[in-house]
Every structure is written in C-alpha cells, then in structure tokens.
C-alpha cells in the first residue's frame, strides 16, 4: 500500500503547523504527505516549506491556482496518484487528526472499504471552548448527516448503498476507486459541498465505503464561533446561509 495524505490549505499559515505536528505525530508514518496551497495571501507555503525542513516526514508541497476546497483537493489527489499513490486520506489545514487516524484508516481498507470516513470532534487546543461549543460540532455534524439521508437527491434508485455523511476532514478512498469515480469536483466551498458529491459518485459505483468511529480527526470550531448554530446548520444543509466571508480565519 503506498499511502498519501492530502491536506488543502487556504491562508492557514497561523494554523497549519498543528496540523503537521498532529500528522508527524501519528502512530504509523507509512505515509507521504502533500499540501496543496490554494491561493493563499498569506504565508501558509513559507510555514509548510519550513516545517519541511526540519522534518522526518515526506512533504512535498504543490500549489492550485483556482480557489476552491474541491480544486485543491483534487490537484492533491492526482499528484498523489500521479506519484504512485494507491491509497489516499485528505484532511485539513484546521484540522488534528487523532495520534492513530492513519492506523485506523488503514484497518478500513484491510476491512475491504474502498471509502472510510470517520468522525469529526471539535478541537480543544485553538481556544478555550465553551461547553456548548464542545457539543455542538458532533450536534451539526449528526444534523446534516440525518438531512443527507432524507435529502431527495441523495435518494436516487442508481445509488447502490445509502447515503453516508463522510466529511473531507477525514476520509479515505483507494486511488482506483478515486478515478473512477472522477474525484471531487474541481469547485469552490460556497458552490457545492465536494465532499458529499464524492460519495455520491461513489454510491453509483460500489457498496464498499462506510464510516468508521475509530477513524477521528478534531476540526475548529471557528465557523460555528462566526456563523451562530442556526447559520451552520443551514450553510451544511445546502448552503442556505451564505455569509459575506465564507473562508473564516
């Protein structure tokens, strides 16, 4: 298995390095990692190039000129399979995956999952968090998932197994089956959430994806801080809300 994790990043330079200590901190390192700068204003491609330096892990660093979550994740995605890649997990430059994410992606796929997703917990180590924000990420996440499987165009009879919320955050997906199913979609957050319209593509083409409770990765909380509960409801819902700034930093 020749394993790669993506991360697409997007003026994350005061962030980003959590990210990489959370990832050179796993318990399994079998992994090369890409990080793909989006456009970024800020020095998110100097942070990633000198915490290269200085690390033990494979980084290479590529960039995507057309902003988009989708678009990022999907130039990360072919360079890694470009690369030699048959095996691909993608989280984001907010996000810590917990010590053994990648071990428990890989038990995924030796399970016969062609797609794993997993959990998504709120982060403790940005700030301080008040108890509603500790139970609410879970509480949003379970809410659009639940509307993701009522949801009629999640409901076709082409689909070969039932919706699965799996958030980009934390998943993973055989580089065959990537291709296959055309990758994410070459867009930007406020147009279509990528990470749904990939399991969709993937419901047309085999059962063999699921979610897994062993697979956790801890995301901020900073868009629920900006757009209140009812707004990241309906900005997960289909993108109901759409506030002035999308990208909160």
Same mark, same amino acid.
């Given at each position: 298995?020749?394993?790669?994790? =993506?991360?697409?990043?997007?003026?994350?330079?005061?962030?980003?390095?959590?990210?990489?200590?959370?990832?050179?901190?796993?318990?399994?390192?079998?992994?090369?990692? =890409? =990080?793909?700068?989006?456009?970024?204003? !800020?020095?998110?491609?100097?942070?990633?190039?000198?915490?290269?330096?200085?690390s033990s892990m494979t980084i290479e660093l590529v960039r995507e000129p057309r902003k988009g979550t989708g678009a990022a994740s999907d130039t990360g995605m072919r360079h890694a399979i470009a690369r030699g890649?048959?095996?691909?997990?993608?989280? %984001? *430059? !907010?996000?810590?995956?917990?010590?053994?994410?990648?071990?428990?992606?890989?038990?995924?796929?030796?399970?016969?999952?062609?797609?794993?997703?997993?959990?998504?917990?709120?982060?403790?180590? +940005?700030?301080?968090?008040?108890?509603?924000?500790?139970?609410?990420?879970?509480?949003?996440?379970?809410? *659009?998932?639940?509307?993701? @499987?009522? @949801?009629?165009?999640?409901?076709?009879?082409?689909?070969?197994?039932?919706?699965?919320?799996?958030?980009?955050?934390?998943?993973?997906?055989?580089?065959?089956? /990537?291709?296959?199913?055309?990758?994410?979609?070459?867009?930007?957050?406020?147009?279509?959430?990528?990470?749904?319209?990939?399991?969709?593509?993937?419901?047309?083409?085999?059962?063999? /994806?699921?979610?897994?409770?062993?697979?956790?990765?801890?995301?901020?909380? @900073?868009?629920?801080? *900006?757009?209140?509960?009812?707004?990241?409801?309906?900005?997960?819902? %289909?993108?109901? /809300?759409?506030? +002035?700034? =999308? !990208?909160?930093?």
């Amino acid at each position: 298995m020749d394993l790669w994790v =993506v991360v697409p990043a997007y003026n994350e330079a005061k962030g980003i390095e959590a990210t990489l200590r959370a990832l050179e901190a796993q318990d399994d390192r079998a992994f090369t990692l =890409v =990080v793909v700068d989006n456009m970024s204003t !800020d020095a998110t491609a100097e942070v990633v190039a000198t915490y290269a330096a200085g690390s033990s892990m494979t980084i290479e660093l590529v960039r995507e000129p057309r902003k988009g979550t989708g678009a990022a994740s999907d130039t990360g995605m072919r360079h890694a399979i470009a690369r030699g890649a048959t095996h691909l997990l993608r989280t %984001d *430059a !907010d996000c810590v995956p917990r010590r053994d994410w990648v071990r428990a992606m890989r038990r995924g796929f030796a399970d016969g999952l062609e797609m794993v997703g997993g959990l998504l917990r709120p982060r403790t180590d +940005e700030f301080p968090l008040k108890f509603w924000e500790r139970r609410l990420l879970p509480f949003v996440v379970e809410v *659009a998932a639940a509307f993701g @499987r009522v @949801r009629p165009s999640n409901r076709d009879p082409a689909y070969l197994g039932p919706y699965v919320m799996m958030p980009g955050a934390t998943v993973g997906i055989t580089a065959e089956l /990537y291709e296959r199913a055309g990758g994410f979609p070459r867009t930007a957050i406020e147009e279509t959430h990528e990470d749904r319209a990939l399991v969709n593509r993937v419901r047309a083409l085999t059962r063999a /994806y699921g979610t897994r409770r062993d697979v956790v990765v801890y995301g901020s909380v @900073r868009r629920l801080r *900006a757009y209140g509960l009812a707004g990241t409801l309906a900005w997960y819902a %289909d993108h109901h /809300y759409r506030p +002035e700034v =999308v !990208d909160v930093r």
